[in-house]
């Protein structure tokens, strides 16, 4: 019984000392994990409005399936940053074909709409997918998430 109690304080104390030590950044300061919702704004003026986004519904995800080159020791780094999703406008056709083929990628509304549609239809799917079976589910489905511009760009 002793023996016990002991094993689990070293536990609990192990458990929070891993807990509070975290992942550093290279200056040595704690990475933070924003909490609840925030806004992704668009680079220019006259786009839709912004949107709020869920950070805390998206837990359940793996950090790289959105920050995909984000190499786990060090601070993430806003999408729309140079290099990344920073075009605030779709090239022509002409000169995205005789430049980088990547350019599409770096238009940061296909990015975005590719990235969050594209896993929000991924999940409505799966969800249909499930119910057609019958099978005894349980609990609940996971929420899609929206796939109609309205459903992220509020009214304003």
Known sequence: MKTTRVLIVAVLITLFVAGSIGPASAEGEEMVVPLGSFSIN???EGQRSAVQFPHSLHFD???KQCHHKWKGDEPIVGCM???CHD???LPKKEAAEKADPSLKA???KNAFHKQCIGCHRKI???NKKLEM???GLEGRLPAPGPTG???CHLPE
């Open 133 to 135: 079976t019958k099978a």
């Open 61 to 63: 995800y793996a950090c």
């Open 149 to 151: 511009c309205n459903g």
């Open 87 to 89: 075009l605030a406008q």
């Open 42 to 44: 668009p680079p220019s």
């Open 106 to 108: 770096r238009y940061f």
């Open 124 to 126: 409505k799917l799966e």
């Open 81 to 83: 940053t140079q290099g």
